[in-house]
């Protein structure tokens, strides 16, 4: 009985959830800007890379959540020079992923925070974000190839130097999760 009753106490203590921390990175889908273009000025903005930390909250049954510090640099080609920006998105989504075991397919939503810097007016901005992919188990390691929409909810006009951009309001993303 002593045994019986250890036991349980013990399968009891042991956590329900896992925590992973690691990288997220890829590469996005178009242009970050629309062109302006008047007489003086035509500027667009190139969308590079996407890269940052991540944390994923693992629960039963399939569910989870995961945070993202993600990191974009923009450039901007001008007639009269090249300027740099830089964009934060704070990505939080809830995840489901079906059964499997060392290849589980996923699906995720949630909201996204942005921020973009290194021009003269900063912006932030709110939307939501749509993802699905694989979670690859590999040794306790997770390989999370995924492929992410972005939307925003408020237009956002920046202003460079040389002029103003309009942020497009949809993104896609190939993205790849590394966590540990």
């Known amino acids: 009985m002593m045994r019986s009753l250890l036991a349980i106490a013990f399968t009891m203590a042991v956590p329900v959830f896992a925590i992973d921390l ?10 970050a800007f629309e062109r302006i273009e ?8 190139a969308n590079q890379f996407v890269v940052g930390p991540t944390l994923e909250l693992r629960l039963p049954m399939g569910f989870g959540a995961s945070f993202d510090a993600l990191y974009r640099r923009y450039s901007f080609q001008t007639a009269q020079g ?13 995840r489901y992923r079906f059964p499997g075991i060392v290849v589980r397919p996923f699906v995720g939503a949630g909201p996204i925070f942005t921020k973009i810097t290194g021009v003269t007016a900063v912006k932030n901005s709110q939307g939501m974000a749509l993802g699905a992919g694989l979670d690859i188990s ?3 390691k ?14 956002v006009i920046v202003q460079t130097r040389y002029g103003s951009l309009q942020a497009n309001a949809n993104q896609v993303d190939l993205m790849v999760g590394f966590t540990f």
């Open 38 to 45: 008047n007489r003086d000025v035509n500027v667009k903005g």
């Open 22 to 31: 690691g990288v997220r990175g890829g590469l996005p889908f178009g242009d």
């Open 142 to 155: 997770h390989l999370t190839p995924e492929l992410r929409y972005s939307r925003r909810f408020q237009d």
């Open 82 to 94: 090249d300027q740099g920006a830089a964009q934060w998105e704070f990505p939080l989504m809830v």
């Open 138 to 140: 590999l040794a306790g």
